[in-house]
């Protein structure tokens, strides 16, 4: 069988999909169709696909919970697990696990996270149907979060209470009673329709300032739940200071004691009080006196008061200046200097103990210069006036100085008689021969010459005795150690009567 052949007689797929394309692209659509519409609905029938299915998978957290009862929950009929109204998860199965209802609950990771060991599980139904719900309390962070497969103990679980088993949990005596009640409150309401409406309008200014009152409470409530926390700390302040506060309370026994023992000093002081208070309205009056002075003593501050900033200002400069060298400089001399400090405080304490008598030799030394700067008058001079003239006199005779120093100008007195002395002296002695060697005396017929001889001065006093009698003779002369004639120390000063 030749190509041609075989393909004549048998058509290949893709002749055969050309051939019924349009068939085959409505099977197509129709398929892709029915793939969307059966998502949907396995999706609105809550379907749950592995984590692990592209697109579609979903993971769940596994939360089990133990319950007296399971009554009215039915999985796969999307009964929630909710956390304050919220819902987090779905009903997955219920197992009868030891007498108790074990229901398994796949939460939503996001919000296992919010989930802690110490949380509650409490039935609830959704609708009067019995559509059941599991709300969820999460606990405190305090306690943990859960693991996976963590199961809530029954301690920490309760189921839905119908009304019929809580009539039941009644005996027979009080289930009378409470058809009694029933019954009376039937007939008693039976055509008072009106009047229990009244009745409940008449609450209503009670409903209308409680709903303030509650929303004043709401609005306090941080502050009232401060003021709690405050209480709580200072109580427990209080608790752990048991002693202290046990002393508190016996020092203050002992006080009201002493209190007690000096009642009649408080009866004195009690009797005193009145004239006090009256003294007291005086020293007010006085006061309101001083007040009115003050005004106009504080109306004239004020320009002071107003100069006060800008001088304020302008010494900031200084302080900023000076800030550096407290800092730098001062405090950390201070801080050097402090040990010195420490160990002087022994001698500081033995001369503050010698301080009285330093003050007695002090007061001496201040009569002393009180006497020395005592002016007697204009007329009589002080010892001041005299030091000033002996301090001159004394710059006087040191005014001469030489190579080794200032000079003092000198007069030596000596009697014609004393050189003959002197003469033979000399002979002996060398010091004086030098002595007399710058000295340069005048010789005995110089002492003649001018009058200064025994015979010469013997005929002179009787001659001054006849016209002066009262008056004095001295038979020598003085001599000025600088500047004299003769030789680089002496000079012949004064001749005659009376030498100078």
């Known amino acids: 069988m030749t190509p041609d052949q075989e393909h004549q007689g048998e058509r290949g797929l893709w002749d055969q999909i050309e051939r019924y394309r349009t068939a085959f692209v409505s099977i197509l659509v129709m398929v892709v169709i029915a793939v969307f519409v059966g998502g949907y609905i396995l999706s609105n029938e809550r379907l749950s696909l592995p984590g692990w299915v592209p697109v579609v998978g979903k993971s769940y957290v596994t939360l089990k919970g ?7 929950l039915t999985p796969g009929q999307g009964q929630a697990v909710t956390i304050a109204g919220a819902k987090v998860g779905e009903i997955a199965s219920v197992q009868l696990h030891e007498g108790d209802a074990l229901v398994t609950m796949n939460v939503t990771p996001k919000y296992a996270h919010y989930i802690y060991r110490d949380a509650t599980m409490l ?18 962070p305090s306690a943990g979060r859960i693991p996976a497969d963590y199961t809530v103990p029954l301690s920490q ?5 119908n009304f019929d088993e809580f009539l039941s949990s009644l005996d027979a005596e009080t ?12 007939i008693g309401l039976k055509g008072n329709a009106a009047n229990l409406s009244a009745a409940f309008k008449r609450f209503d200014p009670i409903t209308r300032l409680s709903t303030e009152i509650t929303k004043e409470l709401k609005f306090r409530h941080k502050n009232i739940e401060r003021g709690i926390h405050n209480f709580q700390l200072l109580v427990s302040a209080l608790g752990s200071k048991d002693t202290e506060f046990a002393k508190v309370i016996q020092s203050s026994n002992a006080v009201f004691k002493v209190f007690a023992e000096q009642n009649q000093n408080v009866q004195r002081t009690l009797q005193l009080f009145p004239g006090a208070l009256s003294k007291t309205s005086v020293a007010t009056a006085k006061l309101a006196k001083a007040a009115s002075v003050l005004g106009p003593t504080l109306r004239e501050l004020e320009p002071f008061a107003k100069a006060l900033a800008p001088a304020q200002i302008a010494s900031r400069k200084a302080f900023l200046e000076t800030t550096p060298i407290i800092k730098n400089e001062i405090r950390p001399f201070a801080r050097k200097v402090t040990p010195v400090v420490s160990k002087i405080a022994p001698s500081i304490q033995e001369l503050g103990e010698a301080f009285p008598k330093l003050q007695s030799g002090f007061s001496v030394f201040n009569e002393f210069f009180n006497e020395l700067a005592y002016n007697p008058g204009s007329k009589q ?3 001041i006036f005299f030091a000033d003239w002996a301090a001159h006199d004394l710059n006087s005779a040191l005014s001469t100085a030489d190579a080794h120093g200032p000079i003092g100008s000198t007069l030596v007195y000596l009697n014609c008689e004393v050189l003959q002395i002197l003469s033979g002296v000399a002979e002996i002695n060398p010091t004086v021969r030098l002595l007399i060697a ?13 009058g200064l001889g025994a015979a010469a001065t013997s005929s002179k006093a009787a001659a001054a005795a006849r016209t002066r009698p009262h008056a004095p003779s001295n038979k020598g002369f003085t001599m000025n150690l600088l500047g004299s004639k003769h030789s680089a120390f002496g000079r012949l000063a004064t001749a005659g009567e009376g030498g100078r």
Do not use: W
């Open 123 to 140: 039935l609830r139904p959704k609708t009067q149907l019995q559509d059941m719900t599991v709300e969820v309390d999460p606990g405190k």
């Open 66 to 72: 133990e319950f007296q009862t399971g009554q009215a």
């Open 381 to 383: 001079g002080g010892f």
């Open 175 to 186: 289930r009378e009673y409470l058809q009694e009640l029933i019954a009376g409150a039937g």
């Open 438 to 450: 710058l000295f340069n005396p005048p010789s005995g017929a110089e002492c003649q010459a001018l």
């Open 157 to 161: 679980t309760a189921p839905d209470v």
